[in-house]
């Protein structure tokens, strides 16, 4: 099970990666069930378009139980409340109904 968080473009994006990687980062690692996770700055918009997001981070699960358990620990509430303190509004998050896969090449 895959959660994925976007985070729009910061006003200050040095500042803001610096606080993600220093202080939301290991609030997410503390996360029970969390089985690995990925962080990654956006460069550019896939259609050349405006840029808006900044950063996606996709936090990988066994299954939706242990999710949603992460999620409702005490842990899982800090990292939440520190993601409404750093994320610009207007940003979201998704858990999809299906698990990730991987293809093969070919």
Known sequence: MKRVVLYNGP?????????????????????????????????GAADQGEQRLHRIAELYFKDRESLETA??????????????????REVGCSAPRSTSRTLAAG
Do not use: M, Q
Request: without cysteine; aromatic residues 6%.
């Open 71 to 88: 999620l409702g620990s005490v842990d899982g509430r800090d990292t939440a409340r520190d993601y409404r303190r750093i994320a610009p």
């Open 11 to 43: 006003e200050d994006v040095d500042g803001f990666d610096a606080r993600h990687l220093a202080v939301h980062a290991p609030l997410v690692e503390a996360l029970a069930g969390l089985e690995r996770w990925e962080s990654t700055r956006v460069v």
